[in-house]
């Protein structure tokens, strides 16, 4: 993502909390805009990525199951590593990193769900 903080801020500030968050103290404050501001870029990169696949296989330019496969083989050699570097020293301290390695490894090995409807 070429510098673009995406639409959780594009006045370059956080998000705000929700009302209901108001009574929480700053480090939870500042928390729940961190992960609203990371949810926001998830769901930024997963329809970029949606649409760029869709019209990839759509014009012919990829294989799907050539694609599914490799997804499959880099969940089983990257998964990990990247989720712990995603994660940070701190939080992969706190986190089962290796269930949710498991989880992930699962979820991008089975087969794909057709969102479109």
């Known amino acids: 993502m070429d510098g673009d903080p995406g639409p959780a801020s594009l ?8 009302e209901e968050h108001e009574h929480l103290p700053e480090w939870g ?8 501001h990371l ?12 649409a760029l696949g869709e019209e990839a ?11 599914r496969l ?5 969940a089983v050699l990257q998964t990990g590593p990247a989720l712990r570097e995603n994660l ?8 089962d990193t290796d269930a949710l390695e498991r989880d992930l490894v699962e ?7 057709d969102l479109r409807g």
């Not at 990829?62 to 694609?67: K, L, R, S």
């Not at 979820?107 to 794909?112: D, G, I, R, V, W």
């Open 11 to 18: 006045d370059g500030q956080l998000p705000a909390p929700a």
């Open 29 to 36: 404050e500042v928390l729940v805009r961190s992960v609203a």
């Open 39 to 50: 949810a926001a870029q998830l769901t930024t990169l997963q329809i970029q990525l949606r």
């Open 57 to 67: 296989e759509s014009s012919g330019m990829v294989d799907p199951e050539a694609v």
């Open 70 to 74: 490799r997804q499959r083989r880099l």
């Open 88 to 95: 940070g020293a701190a939080l992969a301290e706190l986190i």
């Open 107 to 113: 979820y991008l090995s089975s087969p794909p769900s």
